[in-house]
């Protein structure tokens, strides 16, 4: 199947400071990529739907403006967390898809964990 | 952050025997679904999908079964293993890509 990679694979930071996320596919290209987050012993939810070219579209509730979202070219899209803090420390993952359909299966990084002290 | 007191069901097989996980799913319109399977630490992996168009679907030791009727999607795993051991999580297709997920079930296999 298709890889998709993200970077770093765990980051602690402090609290008021900001965080680069990479997601990245390493063998397609994807116009669209998904970001979602998951506390511990939670479901995934999703934030954010990653555009290449544009702006990205964001869930309800979910703060576009702490959680910045940009698809720079068809194989990778960043997630910057701004002004971290603690309650921001989550696992984060992304996903994007092989092809362009609507019934194409999703391939997910192997996410992010986030620690904000 | 975390929510104090939330725990993920558990379900507890004996290696050897069949699992069967089960999902709850809420939008009728939603035409396709997939299970994923997520180890500690680890992003998830897909198992198996299914378009509405059908109610079952065989893979490798797993089937998939869809009622739309009662919008309920299950998961069978044969003869599982101690590999199986993981949370388990079904997911719709909410549009494009984008898709919406289950609570997750834990699944711990003893020997």
Redesign the interface.
């Given at each position: 199947g298709a890889v998709v990679s993200q970077h770093p694979s765990w980051v602690i930071c402090k609290s008021g400071t900001s965080v680069k996320i990479e997601c990245r596919s390493l063998d397609f290209q994807a116009t669209t990529m998904f970001w979602y987050r998951q506390f511990p012993k939670q479901s995934l939810m999703l934030m954010a739907t990653s555009n290449e070219g544009s702006k990205a579209t964001y869930e309800q509730g979910v703060e576009k403006d702490k959680f910045l979202i940009n698809h720079a070219s068809l194989t990778l899209s960043t997630l910057t967390v701004t002004s971290a803090h603690p309650e921001d420390s989550s696992f984060y993952i992304c996903s994007a898809g092989g092809g362009q359909g609507a019934f194409d299966e999703q391939y997910f990084g192997p996410g992010t964990r986030l620690t904000v002290t | 952050?975390?929510?104090v007191g939330?725990?993920?069901p558990t379900l507890s097989v004996q290696e050897g025997d069949n699992s069967i996980i089960n999902c709850a799913y809420s939008n009728s319109a939603s035409?396709?679904f997939?299970w994923?399977k997520q180890e500690s630490?680890?992003?998830?992996?897909?198992i198996i999908?299914i378009?509405s168009n059908m109610d079952k679907r065989q893979g490798q030791r797993v089937t998939v079964l869809l009622n739309k009727t009662v919008k309920h999607l299950s998961l069978q795993i044969a003869a599982t293993q101690p590999g199986d051991s993981a949370v388990y999580?079904c997911a719709e297709?909410s549009?494009?890509?984008?898709?919406?997920?289950?609570?997750?079930t834990q699944v711990v296999v003893t020997p």
């Open positions: - | 952050g975390e929510s939330l725990h993920l035409d396709y997939i994923y630490g680890k992003g998830p992996q897909f999908d378009r999580f297709n549009g494009w890509g984008k898709f919406q997920f289950g609570a997750g």
